[in-house]
């Protein structure tokens, strides 16, 4: 069985992307990762496919191992702060903001994180229970930000020949739509699936439409993927 690997994104734990690994372990080998800890370890084990979003899309291609052969980036950007003719980004004041007030005051910065997550959806008080029972890092949501804040990939961006699925909200408050509007205008073999109405989290709010796109895009031992 090959082995697909999930990653999530800044602030989310296995927890987050444990129902997409249960709906494809019937075809996959599933790992689960985080991004602090791909950020921690600055390498991807070997694997067949990489499913991630945010973060993780920019760790994973990144660090993309040789031995990917399809990728699915969900609400993903080859730079997460806008600048250098790069509109498809965040402000950076928005990201020094929150790396000021997260020492300050953690919870309130990720209530607003969250909010801005879901939008234009509330987020589940079943997501809220869950996200308040986790013992963040400090250390880790904060590395996460400072390489948020510096990442740029868009000279690699390119260089990656393998099929991509791009998946992207279009009110998204996180990483602009025009993000995945980039990376399929400069990914040799990107597919782009834009979904209106919908913003970050779009796994919360359309689980399965969004695992029937990827699982539409993996392929099975009975027959490939679409190209």
Request: glycine share 6%.
């Amino acid at each position: 069985m090959e082995s697909l690997l999930i990653i999530s994104g800044w602030a989310h734990g296995l927890d987050a992307i444990k129902p997409m690994g249960n709906a494809l372990a019937d075809r996959f080998d599933i790992r689960l990762m985080t991004g602090a800890q791909i950020l921690r370890e600055q390498t991807i084990p070997d694997v067949d496919y990489i499913l991630t979003g945010s973060m993780g899309g920019l760790l994973a291609m990144e660090f993309l191992p040789p031995t990917v052969k399809r990728l699915v980036l969900i609400s993903s950007t080859a730079r997460f702060c806008a600048g250098d003719n790069y509109p498809c980004g965040t402000p950076e004041k928005i990201l020094r903001r929150m790396i000021l007030q997260l020492r300050r005051n953690p919870e309130a910065v990720l209530d607003e994180f969250f909010k801005n997550v879901h939008y234009p959806f509330r987020e589940s008080r079943a997501a809220i229970a869950l996200r308040q029972s986790i013992e963040y890092n400090l250390d880790e949501l904060m590395g996460g930000l400072e390489y948020l804040l510096e990442s740029d990939l868009r000279e690699i961006v390119p260089g990656i020949q393998i099929p991509v699925l791009l998946m992207h909200g279009s009110d998204d408050r996180i990483i602009p739509a025009e993000a995945s509007k980039w990376l399929h205008e400069n990914l040799p073999n990107g597919q782009l699936k834009m979904i209106e109405n919908d913003g970050h989290a779009l796994p919360a709010h359309h689980f399965e439409s969004v695992m029937h796109s990827i699982r539409a895009f993996l392929p099975t031992d009975e027959a490939p993927a679409y190209s």
